[in-house]
T-cell receptor
Framework: SQTIHQWPATLVQPVGSPLSLECTVE??????LYWYRQAAGRGLQLLFY??????ISSEVPQNLSASRPQDRQFILSSKKLLLSDSGFYLC????????????FGAGSRLTVL | GESVGLHLPTLSVQEGDNSIINCAYS??????FIWYKQESGKGPQFIID?????DKRQGQRVTVLLNKTVKHLSLQIAATQPGDSAVYFC???????????FGPGTRLSVLP
């Protein structure tokens, strides 16, 4: 069966520090991968998506970046965090072919102080 | 695919009553829709989906209705239970694509 893992689950970082959130998917190959951000009490904002290794599409210009070094690994990064980067970050995947259901990870809560 | 939200709308229902959560979607070309449930501090979980060639689909205690004429989607939960308390999101995509647009979400509170 397919599973998706995100870590860390919780992170508190000072303004100006770097960020790395990781996401891995098991049990599938060539998935489409997504990073979403959710501010408190709000909906889901698509940040990045990837259809393959090294292929990243950005939906919103910001100080975050994403990378896909391996087929089932998706990383969200920042060189210098801003206060406004605080939020709940969700990784998700869809099979590259077949079913269209977007499946989410458990999320990573980032607090920037 | 940004979902712009203010404070989430809230629906309060008595335990045992039926709940109806509504969603107005934006793209008349959307052909696939999903309802998600998100509990506090967790990722959204798939509840039920529907394709545009259908107007109704039923699951266990849940029913999704699709009205393409007015671009409206609803989720009905029968005999609402305390465990149903969560935020519910609708999501749409078109051409059975893989980039979804999410609604702003509705918070469901189940009263004892």
């Amino acid at each position: 069966s397919q599973t998706i893992h995100q870590w860390p689950a919780t992170l508190v970082q000072p303004v100006g520090s770097p960020l790395s959130l990781e996401c891995t998917v098991e049990g599938t190959s060539n998935p489409n991968l997504y990073w979403y951000r959710q501010a408190a009490g709000r909906g889901l904002q698509l940040l990045f998506y990837s259809v393959g290794i090294g292929q990243i599409s950005s939906e919103v210009p910001q100080n975050l970046s994403a990378s896909r070094p391996q087929d089932r690994q998706f990383i969200l990064s920042s060189k210098k965090l801003l206060l406004s980067d605080s939020g709940f970050y969700l990784c998700a995947w869809i099979s590259g072919s077949g079913a269209n259901v977007l499946t989410f990870g458990a999320g990573s809560r980032l607090t920037v102080l | 695919g940004e979902s712009v939200g203010l404070h989430l709308p809230t629906l309060s229902v008595q335990e045992g009553d039926n709940s109806i959560i509504n969603c107005a979607y934006s793209n008349s070309a959307s052909d696939y829709f999903i309802w998600y449930k998100q509990e506090s501090g967790k990722g959204p979980q798939f509840i039920i989906d529907i394709r545009s060639n259908m107007d109704k689909r039923q699951g266990q205690r849940v029913t999704v209705l699709l009205n393409k004429t007015v671009k409206h989607l609803s989720l009905q939960i029968a005999a609402t239970q305390p465990g149903d308390s969560a935020v519910y999101f609708c999501a749409e995509t078109y051409n059975y694509g893989q980039n979804f647009v999410f609604g702003p979400g509705t918070r469901l509170s189940v009263l004892p």
